[in-house]
């Protein structure tokens, strides 16, 4: 992924996210699958998953929205339950993280 691309995908899915992130959602990472095409991961903490399905449908459309039919965009709603990693890898950008606590 290009710099300029890398830049625009990350702006424009913090933009999305305005509005559509529960209390629910640990983190957002954007991961690369090509030349012009990319996965939002929704890593969320709980059984909530069912209930955040319509919010990344709109996430992911506000997302393409930015961007030239041809740009490959999905999207993956991934439980992860806290105090998991958030797996953002070398290729990864981290668009949200919410704010954890360490437990005493």
């Known amino acids: 992924m290009n710099p300029d691309f ?16 529960s209390v629910d959602v640990r983190a957002v990472v ?12 929704f890593y969320l903490h709980g059984d909530c998953v069912a209930n955040f399905i ?10 393409m929205a930015d961007f030239p039919p041809e740009t490959d965009i999905s999207h993956d709603i991934i439980r992860l ?9 070398e290729d990864g950008l981290l668009v949200f993280k919410r704010r954890e606590y360490e437990r005493c």
């Open 54 to 63: 319509e919010s990344a449908s709109i996430i992911e459309g506000l997302t």
């Open 30 to 41: 954007v991961r690369p699958t090509g030349p012009a095409a990319f996965r939002i991961e």
């Open 81 to 89: 339950d806290e105090p998991g990693k958030i797996p953002v890898g």
């Open 6 to 21: 890398r830049v625009a995908v990350r702006l424009s899915v913090m933009r999305a996210l305005w509005g559509e992130v």
